[in-house]
């Protein structure tokens, strides 16, 4: 049974690029969620995505967007990215009925220099 | 507002000592979930335990025990004889149950180092 994944699992840009970031799901999840985690830190929820819809976000600029596929993969893009955005990015999915729990990618190891 | 403290930035022990990590959170809901994420050197957080509002009864499994107590608005973790496979950051998330997706909200972590 695959758990998540999530690609690539290391990127370098620079100030001012964009980047995509995709996962997919442990099978027979539908609910994917980003988390952010800067170095030292707890991980910060950026949004989560449901039916592909935005179904929830957190305290992230419009800089961060996303999108769900029909078969439940999905993708974080950042744009006009800045230093601070450097951290390992978490995918994490469950199932859409209530609180299920989130089971986590490997992540991607962003660097923006 | 919905926080989470995890108040233990560090931890070292030796091997066979027993450890607990705390957590205290913050919440108005009334139900609410808490969880406990291992993250190795390798960054995957791996999920450890899941624990509804309304059920207070602690939870062992093998050397893991977990103490829930909403009188202090706590879930501690104890590893029981740590080992060194223990050696990791330990998260505490919360997730409320009134909003509308299920975001995880988390602590700061724990760093636990176990020498042998």
């Known amino acids: 049974d695959a758990g998540v994944t999530q690609s690539p699992t290391h990127l370098i840009k620079t100030r001012g690029q964009q980047v995509t970031l995709r996962c997919s799901p442990k099978s027979g999840h539908d609910t994917v969620s980003w988390y952010q985690q800067a170095l030292g830190q707890g991980p910060q929820f950026i949004f989560q995505y449901y039916e592909e819809e935005e179904r929830q976000r957190g305290n992230f600029p419009d800089r961060f967007s996303g999108h769900q596929f029909p078969n439940y993969s999905s993708e974080l893009n950042v744009n006009a990215l800045l230093l601070g955005d450097s951290a390992l990015y978490l995918c994490?999915?469950?199932?859409?009925?209530?609180?299920?729990?989130?089971?986590f990618g490997p992540g991607t190891r962003l660097l923006v220099l | 507002a919905q926080k989470v403290t995890q108040a233990q930035t560090e931890i070292s022990v030796v091997e066979k000592e027993d450890v607990t990590l705390d957590c205290v959170y913050e919440t108005r809901d009334t139900t609410y979930y808490l969880f406990w994420y291992k993250q190795p050197p390798s960054g995957e957080l791996v999920f450890l335990i899941r624990r509804n509002s309304f059920d207070e009864q602690n939870e062992i499994s093998g050397r893991y025990s977990w103490n829930f107590q909403k009188s202090t608005s706590s879930f501690n973790f104890t590893i029981t004889a740590s080992q060194v496979v223990d050696s990791a950051v330990y998260f505490c998330?919360?997730?409320?149950?009134?909003?509308?997706?299920?975001?995880?909200?988390f602590g700061k972590g724990t760093t636990l180092s176990v020498s042998s």
């Open positions: 998330a919360l997730s409320e149950a009134e909003q509308a997706g299920t975001a995880l909200i």
């Open positions: 994490a999915s469950s199932t859409g009925t209530g609180q299920e729990t989130q089971y």
